[in-house]
């Protein structure tokens, strides 16, 4: 049973588009998040989700648009997308209290030609 | 701000060698300490954590030590496999609650047989 899916794995997109990446987790936890890990696989936080409310925002562009309709689902739209958007994007999720250890979903491969 | 400095890699070694992969962190308050390791085309698996000072978390024969006097968490293992060859993450939780993971830029292990 896998714990924490995203779709689709891999996505190949021209700039100027708009993409979606969905994410599930069926671990019951309370926070959800999304990672974005660079070519040089540094991996900084992008936004978090606790009972669907939004609890952390990074400087993100507003491009990106995060949507958790309960709180086993949090997806990632990106509008206008940019060369620069170019990453593997993680989710991940987690249970309360802060040391709870995080769940990573296997990454979607963005690619921005 | 909170933040983690590991030793660049790639640290290449041979099977069965001693392995240490350096890592620093500046934090207000008192982080929990985490090594993720991530594993080619899959997303971070905790490896082990520690919460206060002094506490060693260990897991499949590696371990690290949280030291606060030198603000460090070093990862150690007496004996690798090729099966460890990987990259591996240190982490903080930041500040602000909500879990908040703040991670290092990763080192890439590989071992050789």
């Known amino acids: 049973d896998t714990a924490v899916s995203q779709t689709p794995k891999y996505l190949v997109t021209q700039m100027g588009n708009d993409k979606s990446i969905k994410c599930e987790q069926n671990l019951g936890h309370d926070t959800m998040y999304w990672y974005k890990q660079d070519s040089k696989k540094f991996l900084k936080i992008m936004f978090s989700y606790n009972n669907k409310e939004l609890i952390i925002n990074e400087t993100v562009p507003n491009r990106f648009s995060p949507k958790s309709p309960d709180k086993a689902h949090l997806n990632l739209h990106i509008n206008s997308l940019e060369l620069g958007d170019s990453a593997v994007y993680f989710c991940?999720?987690?249970?309360?209290?802060?040391?709870?250890?995080?769940?990573f979903g296997n990454g979607t491969r963005l690619t921005v030609t | 701000g909170d933040s983690v400095t590991q030793m660049e890699g790639p640290v290449t070694l041979s099977e069965e060698a001693f392995l240490t992969i350096n890592c620093t962190y500046t934090?207000?308050?008192?982080?929990?300490l985490f090594w993720y390791v991530q594993y080619p085309g899959e997303g971070l698996q905790l490896l082990l954590k520690?919460?206060?000072?002094?506490d060693k978390g260990s897991n499949k024969g590696f371990e690290a030590t949280y030291r606060k006097e030198t603000t460090s968490f070093h990862l150690e293992k007496g004996s690798v496999q090729v099966s460890d060859s990987a990259v591996y993450f240190c982490a903080l939780s930041g500040d602000g609650g909500y879990n908040k993971l703040i991670f290092g830029a990763g080192t890439r292990l590989a071992v050789h047989p």
């Open positions: 934090a207000t308050g008192y982080p929990s």
């Open positions: 520690a919460t206060k000072a002094d």
């Open positions: 991940a999720s987690s249970q309360q209290p802060s040391d709870s250890p995080l769940h």
